[in-house]
């Protein structure tokens, strides 16, 4: 199903000390397809670097659909809402190059995002 979309959204983050942080942001989707409902997104996160280069973070995303959800697209190209949760270590093994990987679950979720996701990342400090 192709889709055009348009998305606005804020976010704001202090840091904890001189080795933790805290992040929140949210924001409003719209998508051109008549099929597609516009959405409110947005995620909290919370983590913690020491000074080994380790790093954990923990993180809540959400998605809610401004409009009906009536069926199931396995696909994942319908429209959808959740709340998960998450956690991501990662280790930065030189002053401006790190890995990073994270593991999501879902709390609630209708229609199409069910499944855990798994991400890997390389991060670099510009």
Do not use: C, K
Request: aromatic content about 12%.
């Amino acid at each position: 199903m192709g889709s055009h979309g348009l998305a606005l959204e804020l976010q704001h983050g202090t840091s904890l000390g001189r080795s933790g942080w805290v992040t929140a942001g949210a924001g409003y989707r719209w998508l051109s397809a008549p099929a597609l409902n516009s959405v409110v997104f947005g995620m909290a996160q919370i983590g913690r670097r020491w000074n080994s280069g380790f790093e954990l973070e923990f993180h809540v995303p959400f998605q809610f659909s401004m409009g009906p959800i009536d069926e199931l697209n396995l696909a994942g190209t319908g429209n959808t809402e959740y709340v998960g949760f998450g956690v991501g270590p990662g280790w930065w093994f030189a002053e401006r190059v790190g890995v990073a990987a994270a593991v999501e679950g879902v709390g609630y979720a209708a229609a199409n995002r069910g499944a855990p996701a798994l991400s890997l990342a390389v991060q670099l400090a510009l």
